[in-house]
């Protein structure tokens, strides 16, 4: 069954490095998204991403985060200067559609800051 | 703006019984849709089941199924004859219709299965 691919899936990093995440959605899906989650809280969006642009953000999702589909498999997402309040697990989704498609997580990453 | 609430922050179930998890969600959309989601302690997101808001029946797959009552605005998860691997964090999440992208979230519950 296809899956959604994420690498790492523990980054270690020091406060003020940019780290970028990667994923690999499931090949015939056509939205993408990220989302996180702290230790312990709800999982939170962050943006979605389609057709090479993001479609929604969320107030969380500000100039220090991008996202990008470099090529026609991976999805980043990158965090410029990370804080230690990013520290938290980052979860990539896709769904082969909008509205009410089901959106297929992956394993996540786990992003430690220090 | 939607909202989803789950009010059990921890259940306890024997094993080979039947368990329900709440959830209850607000919305003024009228096309929505409700999904289950289990979190092991691995970490890892996986979806279970999903309810339409306009689908007559209620949802199942498999020991999962979901309890969708329209007009209370609940969609609990019932999850018949427990397994020990069922011990779990498990969220339910709204997704709206109409262009909306975002998959809301609620707080979770964590099951545990008991020998």
């Known amino acids: 069954e296809p899956e959604v691919t994420q690498t790492p899936s523990h980054q270690v990093t020091q406060m003020g490095q940019e780290v970028i995440l990667r994923c690999v959605p499931i090949?015939?899906?056509?939205?993408f998204y990220w989302y996180r989650q702290i230790l312990g809280q709800k999982v939170e969006f962050l943006v979605s991403f389609y057709n090479n642009e993001i479609s929604e953000k969320s107030e969380i999702f500000d100039d220090q985060f991008s996202v990008e589909r470099p090529d026609g498999s991976n999805f980043t997402l990158k965090i410029r200067s990370t804080k230690l309040e990013d520290s938290a697990m980052y979860f990539c989704?896709?769904?082969?559609?909008?509205?009410?498609?089901?959106?297929?997580f992956g394993p996540g990453t786990r992003l430690t800051v220090l | 703006a939607q909202k989803i609430t789950q009010t059990q922050p921890g259940m306890f179930v024997q094993e080979k019984e039947a368990v329900t998890l709440d959830c209850t969600y607000d919305?003024?959309?009228?096309?929505?849709?409700l999904f289950w989601y289990k979190q092991p302690s691995s970490g890892e997101m996986i979806f279970l089941i999903y309810?339409?808001?306009?689908?007559?029946q209620n949802a199942t797959e498999g020991r999962y199924s979901l309890n969708f009552q329209k007009a209370r605005k609940s969609a609990n998860l019932v999850i018949s004859a427990s397994q020990l691997g069922d011990s779990a964090m498990y969220f339910c999440?709204?997704?709206?219709?109409?262009?909306?992208?975002?998959?809301?979230f609620g707080i979770g519950t964590k099951l545990q299965v008991i020998p």
């Open positions: 309810q339409g808001s306009y689908d007559q």
């Open positions: 989704a896709s769904s082969a559609g909008q509205g009410t498609d089901t959106q297929y």
């Open positions: 090949s015939n899906h056509l939205y």
């Open positions: 999440a709204m997704r709206l219709s109409g262009g909306y992208q975002k998959v809301t």
């Open positions: 919305t003024s959309d009228p096309s929505y849709g």
